[in-house]
């Protein structure tokens, strides 16, 4: 019993550590795969949501929940503004020129953060409802671990639901085909691209809050974590909402694990794995070609 006590706890602690990857690299992915945009300052975006969160809620005593829905709010807000002033410009640009420009982005986030709120990491109060540990039977898990499985299970589930079965997800896909022809049939092109961006930016927010427990949260952390984000839209298939749901629990999982038993040597695994799974399927591991 205690062998599959400790299996069951390896899983959830793996299943709560890939809902917070999904839920910050699933934004990279509508940026990248949908919308065809090197997004390499989405990392920023979420830092700058952790850090929003983490404010307004020492500075104002904002719930948790609350502060959560406006790091999401203020961030799509903000994004969409760099989208309208920034972003629109490189849409048409080459690779090279969005990655040069996005991460000249992330340079100037990290640099501004750190002039404003110094280097030291960020503490996310939880409430008091979400500590402790619930009994499963088998063992007596966080609660907050299994929130964060919740809450990617729920956002995996509405994402796939407005991407993959409604008009919204369809004009998006359209546009980025060809998007004369999209606006030849009516679509407001920039909208919807200026729309899908904050969403993106926005779910990145709510990811570096929620994530700040496990991952922490400073001004180094899109630097510290923009390669899982890549690895995830790689492997998951950027333009599958499903398949960077899979990835991130994969990833999660594998990463949990062998930071467990090979602390020293566990990135490394991931990466190697990595190279091995793109090289035996380059259009990524959950692809369907």
């Known amino acids: 019993m205690t062998g599959l006590a400790d299996l069951f706890g390896i899983l959830l602690g793996g299943l709560s550590a890939g809902m917070v990857l999904f839920i910050v690299s699933v934004g990279l992915s509508i940026t990248m795969g949908l919308m065809g ?18 404010k307004v809620m020492l500075l104002w005593g904002i719930p948790f929940l609350g502060a959560l829905g406006i790091g999401f709010v203020v961030i799509a ?9 920034l972003y629109v410009h490189y849409y048409n640009a080459t690779e090279l020129d969005q990655v040069l420009f996005t991460v000249g982005l992330l340079f100037v986030m990290t640099a501004s953060v750190t002039l404003l709120f110094g280097p030291e990491s960020q503490h996310i109060a939880l409430p008091q409802w979400l500590q402790g540990q619930v009994n499963l039977g088998l063992l007596e898990y966080r609660t907050y671990s299994l929130f964060l499985i919740v809450c990617g299970a729920c956002i995996a589930g509405l994402l796939v639901l407005g991407f993959d079965k409604t008009r919204f997800g369809a004009e998006i896909r359209a546009a980025v085909d060809n998007r004369r022809m999209a606006e030849s049939m009516g679509v407001d092109v920039n909208r919807l691209f200026m729309i899908t961006f904050a969403l993106g930016s926005g779910l990145a927010a709510l990811g570096g809050g929620l994530g700040a427990e496990f991952l922490g949260l400073d001004a180094q952390y899109p630097f510290k974590y923009l390669v899982y984000f890549l690895i995830v839209v790689a492997i998951g298939v950027g333009k599958q909402i499903s398949g960077v749901f899979y990835a991130s629990l994969l990833i999660g999982i594998l990463d949990f694990v062998l930071k467990r038993y090979i602390p020293r040597g566990g990135a490394f695994f991931i990466f190697g794995l990595t190279i091995i799974l793109l090289l035996w399927r380059p259009k990524g591991l959950f692809s369907r070609g």
């Not at 945009?37 to 983490?54: D, E, R, S, T, W």
């Open 37 to 54: 945009v090197v997004n390499l300052a989405h990392g920023g975006f979420a830092m700058l949501g952790g850090y929003v969160i983490a």
């Open 77 to 85: 807000l903000f994004s969409a503004v760099l989208e309208q002033l």
